[in-house]
């Protein structure tokens, strides 16, 4: 039975015009009024749309139980400062934050990541005349002395040797310049503008692209990739929470020891990574990661003082995760929007049959139920609804017809589509006639049987 019906359902498809006028004489069985009605149809279809005027909504949300924020920190000893949210790469505070400056060591997190991506940890380094002959803070290596990739890397993480980063560069690349392409290209990938590598360890340089630097805003960013997007970010984190670290060369001749000297490891609880710098351009320069509860927040700061203000890096890192972990917290901002019946003009679909108009239910492409979002205290989310006016047929099946958008702080958050639960065709002859005939004959086979 059932293959005898799809027989007749793509015989009609084909030829239903043929079939329609053959059969005209076997149709004293079906009422002329089923012929009426469907000209009627066909001739008067429907040419206005219910959905005529602008369908856009705004919700406002607030976070709940919203207290008054405290004022945003002030008398930070950085030229440039930002805290990020490390989950979204929101910026929620910053001071010159675009600002270009040099770098210096903390440029040695984005070395540490690239070799960690395009490296292995058990291979063998040589070291080159280059890298032997790097000025300090260094390892003390001598050229044609071997080592371990790991070895290399936390001596580049916890002390900042500058020549454990050329040599890491040029068995990674080949030279300094190309691992310096190689940076730069990252840096694109990871969505940076302001950012140009020169050298692997953030000693001060310049090439034809320009001089070695940054902004606060981008050296976040990286990070961000360090320890929440990249493939290796559980190696880089590892390292990077070191304490202590001893290694000997491959052929055990020489034995070193390192110190982490991110001194922030023990500052504060939930404390996870981080990077100094200085040279006497860029000035002290940090970028830190904390990670509490469910929040992550990273600072970065560039020209955070000059000798004798060593310390100013760790004052304005505090005070800034401070500010973080008291005033911002996740708050489920999900909006539920009710599913709306839209007719859609000269359209006819399975579900509604030829002889009423035809329709649509909205619904939301996504299988969401919640949306956690980082928010300030007193701070609003907005919800924008949107629907798209005058629709005709035909119409596809998830076909988008409106947005839901999410806006924080003036930016778009997201955007989740409003689509079409069914599929709506064109009222034509042809797809009416089909539909007669398909009935009739399946009321033919009906009786029949």
């Known amino acids: 039975m059932k293959n005898k019906v799809e027989e007749i359902r793509r015989f009609i498809s084909r030829s239903a015009y043929v079939l329609l006028y053959k059969t005209l004489a076997a149709f004293h069985e079906v009422p002329v009024i089923t ?15 219910e959905l005529a005027e602008c369908s856009e909504r705004i919700h406002t949300l607030e976070v709940v139980n919203a207290e008054n924020a405290e004022e945003e920190p002030t008398e930070l000893h950085a030229q440039s400062a930002v805290l990020m949210d490390a989950d979204s790469g929101r910026i929620l505070f910053e001071k010159n934050g675009s600002e270009i ?89 990871i969505g940076l503008h302001h950012t140009h590598f020169v050298t692997p360890n953030g000693l001060d340089g310049e090439n034809e692209g320009g001089a070695h630097q940054t902004t606060a805003e981008d050296l976040a960013a990286i990070m961000k990739y360090c ?4 493939p290796k970010r559980d190696l880089f984190l590892e390292i990077t929470e070191t304490n202590e670290y001893q290694f000997s060369d491959l052929d055990g001749v020489s034995h070193y020891q ?13 404390a996870i990574s981080g990077k100094t710098g200085f040279t006497s351009k860029a000035g002290y320069c940090y970028v830190g990661a904390l990670k509490r509860e469910n929040r992550c927040y990273i600072v970065a700061l560039l020209g955070c003082g000059w000798p004798n203000h060593k310390n100013y890096k760790w004052e304005d890192t505090r005070k800034l995760m401070e500010y973080g972990l008291k005033n911002y917290s996740y708050q489920n901002v999900w909006k539920e929007i009710p599913t709306k019946q839209v007719k859609i003009a000269d359209g006819v679909s399975k579900e509604d049959g030829i002889y009423s108009d035809a329709y649509v239910y909205t619904m939301l492409k996504t299988e969401e139920k919640a949306m956690e979002v980082l928010m300030k205290k ?31 702080g003036g930016k778009t958050w997201k955007v989740i589509p409003i689509v079409s639960d069914r599929t709506v065709l064109v009222r034509t002859f042809r797809v009416c006639a089909e539909a007669v005939l398909e009935k009739w004959m399946l009321n033919i086979i009906n009786i029949n049987d």
Not at 149 to 167: G, K, P, W
Not at 380 to 391: G, S, W
Request: glycine share 6%.
């Open 227 to 230: 320890i929440w997007n990249s």
């Open 35 to 49: 012929f009426v009605m469907v000209l009627g149809l066909i001739a008067g279809s429907v040419t206005g749309v």
């Open 101 to 189: 400056r040099p770098m210096a060591s903390t440029t040695k997190i984005m070395t540490c990541i690239l070799a960690l991506e395009y490296g292995n940890l058990e291979e063998k380094v040589t070291v080159s005349k280059e890298a032997a002959k790097q000025p300090k803070v260094r390892l003390g290596m001598r050229e044609g002395q071997r080592f371990e990739l790991r070895d290399l890397l936390n001596s580049l993480m916890l002390e900042s040797h500058n020549d454990s980063a050329v040599a890491i560069a040029e068995h990674i690349s080949g030279s300094v310049e190309s691992f310096a392409d190689l940076m730069n290209r990252k840096a694109k990938s």
């Open 258 to 270: 390192c110190h982490n000297h991110n001194a922030f490891l023990q500052m504060m609880d939930g």
């Open 378 to 408: 007193g701070e609003k989310m907005n919800v924008r609804v949107t629907m798209q006016n005058d629709l005709k047929a035909p119409v596809r099946k998830y076909q988008q017809i409106g947005t839901v958008r999410y806006e924080l």
